[in-house]
């Protein structure tokens, strides 16, 4: 089985990265590595890295389905709770289901659209 690789953006936190780490998901935190990076080099660092990238910022939405940018996959979480352990339990029935989707999450609800 492929293990699916995921970079979680400044915007979900440091806490959110080490819950999926803690679950035995590969992950890498852009703040260790791009802090305060442009969006558009995040998005190239999780494609390059066939990584999902997990973000609450919707400017990759744009940057995607807008611009045209390469992903290999998108969470974006549009949740009004914060809450790292709250979040993850909304997605973790869908991070095997991420590759080549964009996946909107909200309370109660995820809607998955195809990337390609």
């Known amino acids: 089985m492929i293990k699916t690789l995921f970079l979680v953006?400044?915007?979900v936190g440091k806490r959110f990265s080490n819950i999926l780490l803690n679950s035995g998901r590969d992950v890498l935190f852009v703040g260790d590595f791009f802090p305060e990076?442009?969006?558009?080099?995040?998005?190239?660092?999780a494609n390059k890295g066939n990584r999902i990238l997990i973000t609450a910022d919707k400017d990759f939405g744009?940057?995607?389905?807008?611009?045209?940018?390469?992903?290999?996959?998108?969470?974006?979480?549009?949740?009004l709770s914060n809450d790292p352990y709250k979040r993850f339990e909304m997605i973790k029935d869908a991070l095997g289901?991420?590759?080549?989707?964009?996946?909107?999450?909200?309370?109660?609800?995820i809607k998955i659209r195809g990337l390609k």
Do not use: H, N, P, W
């Open 9 to 11: 953006d400044e915007s």
């Open 97 to 109: 289901k991420a590759e080549g989707k964009f996946i909107v999450v909200k309370e109660g609800q």
């Open 37 to 45: 990076v442009d969006d558009e080099i995040v998005l190239s660092f």
């Open 62 to 79: 744009e940057l995607i389905f807008k611009m045209g940018k390469s992903s290999a996959g998108v969470i974006l979480f549009r949740t």
